[in-house]
């Protein structure tokens, strides 16, 4: 380490990476989510406008992540220069650090507490099940005894009718099947005939949706310049990294994907394809700053 990374402070180097990875305060607060009153307060080393000290230790850590500094190794050190806390803890994500109320208030339940809550009702639907087979068996046994005779007197027509009408049945359901296969085959050449499209949402120029496409998108990125780009799909991270000058990188979307948000840090210098489709999110260059683009898949 050279005598001026010596004396840098730990807010200079931070604040010094996330320039060099051409950042805003903004762009860092829509990716760590941490509020932009404790980065700058990070980056000016005015620890006491945190929440706590466990907080300065878990934004600092998640801050130099995401400025490709290694969090860890940045806060050992600077362990003399950050407070104290009296169980270090490394945080990976801010998320984490308090739990939910949601989660606090669920238990655990056991079989055994499940079986003797609805013990009571499985006892009375037995019973109100084992009332009316019984009603039933008796209603069977006299209603047999009394058409006997007529049933005997009328089975050579029944079965006259049974035949014509097993007839009928047999035409209608071969009917029904040829119009349900040439059905299906047309239905099959309208989506075989049908393209890959994919639009803005109204005049929005970050939103768009994607219509008609595979069953799992593949999307190739590409760099002219260092640019960092994330894809997230249905609310995780699929993917996130730099990628070099000339450099690309393919993702290949879940066949669950239904939203997709991009993030793309130098968006003049990144392309993107939608298999083998352009995907002109940033129409006339207009921003080379870090851009958001939601891309809903239908």
Not at 86 to 93: D, G, K, R, Y
Not at 205 to 225: D, E, M, P, R, W
Request: glycine letters at 4%; a positive charge.
């Amino acid at each position: 380490m050279s005598e001026n990374e010596e004396k840098s402070s730990i807010g200079a180097r931070l604040k010094a990476a996330r320039t060099a990875k051409g950042l805003t305060i903004d762009d860092l607060q829509q990716i760590t989510k941490i509020q932009k009153r404790y980065l700058i307060a990070i980056e000016d080393e005015q620890f006491d406008k945190l929440p706590g000290d466990f907080y300065v230790r878990a934004f600092i850590k998640q801050y130099a992540d995401t400025v490709d500094l290694n969090g860890n190794d940045l806060l050992q050190e600077y362990r003399d220069e950050l407070p104290a806390t009296h169980a270090e803890v490394n945080v990976q994500n801010v998320d984490d650090v308090q739990p939910t109320r949601t989660a606090t208030r669920e238990q655990p339940t056991s079989p055994t507490n499940r079986v003797r809550n609805y013990l009571p009702t499985i006892i009375i639907t037995a019973i109100v099940v084992l009332i009316l087979l019984f009603i039933w068996f008796m209603a069977v046994r006299t209603h047999s005894s009394s058409s006997t005779a007529a049933s005997s007197s009328s089975s050579s027509t029944q079965v006259s009718s049974s035949k014509t009408s097993s007839k009928a049945s047999s035409k209608k359901a071969a009917s029904s099947s040829s119009a349900a296969k040439a059905s299906s085959k047309k239905a099959a050449t309208k989506k075989s005939s049908s393209k890959q499209t994919i639009k803005a949402v109204g005049s929005s120029t970050t939103a768009y949706t994607l219509t008609n496409g595979a069953k799992k998108n593949k999307i190739v990125l590409k760099a002219s310049k260092a640019a960092w780009t994330s894809v997230t799909t249905n609310g995780s991270t699929t993917w996130q990294g730099t990628l070099t000058a000339g450099g690309s990188h393919t993702v290949t979307l879940p066949s669950n994907a239904t939203t997709v948000k991009f993030q793309f840090g130098n968006a003049a210098a990144t392309s993107a394809k939608i298999n083998g489709k352009t995907f002109n999110f940033n129409p006339d260059n207009s921003t080379t700053q870090v851009r958001t683009i939601t891309l809903t898949i239908k």
